[in-house]
């Protein structure tokens, strides 16, 4: 019995060690694999969300042109309602959002700046209110007129009621 304890005494380390090993190799290969897997998902939702950016700036620039090089005399009434109508641009800016941008460089996005437009969407019933005081009040009237004029331009003639409260 003294000799089989003493073997199992100068095994076990080694069995216990080899076993460590093995478990230690399973989970850092299923640790690379969550990993990596998550680092594709991450990648596809920046590429997603990124595409969906870039389309809805191309929707804009092809359904409400710039107002400063619209030809007018080209212009023609909208035959169908939009889902939205952009009345301004977010720029973003991922540097400037506190952890925004992940620290490892294989999760960094390619994009870290570009441009959103603001939309005033539709539902059943729409609805802008601003409010504003002092200074402010300027630059809410001059948005209110923003997304009028283009509400007018960019809906089927007769479509657009308006009811202003100041």
Not at 34 to 47: K, R, V
Request: aromatic share 10%.
């Amino acid at each position: 019995q003294l000799v089989e304890v003493n073997d199992r005494y100068q095994n076990e380390p080694e069995r216990l060690l080899k076993e460590y090993t093995g478990r230690m190799a399973e989970t850092e290969g299923t640790y690379q694999q969550q990993w990596e897997l998550m680092a594709q998902n991450w990648s596809m939702g920046i590429e997603r969300f990124q595409s969906a950016v870039d389309e809805t700036n191309e929707v804009c620039r092809h359904r409400f042109p710039d107002w400063n090089v619209l030809d007018w005399n080209d212009w023609t009434p909208a035959s169908d309602i939009p889902p939205a109508i952009p009345f301004g641009q977010v720029d973003v800016d991922l540097k400037r959002i506190e952890n925004a941008i992940p620290d490892d460089q294989r999760l960094k996005p390619a994009r870290t700046e570009f441009a959103m437009p603001a939309l005033f969407a539709f539902g059943d019933r729409s609805l802008m209110l601003l409010r504003a005081d002092g200074a402010g009040r300027d630059r809410a009237i001059t948005t209110l007129q923003a997304v009028m004029l283009r509400m007018l331009t960019s809906m089927p003639p007769g479509k657009v009621r308006f009811t202003i409260i100041d």
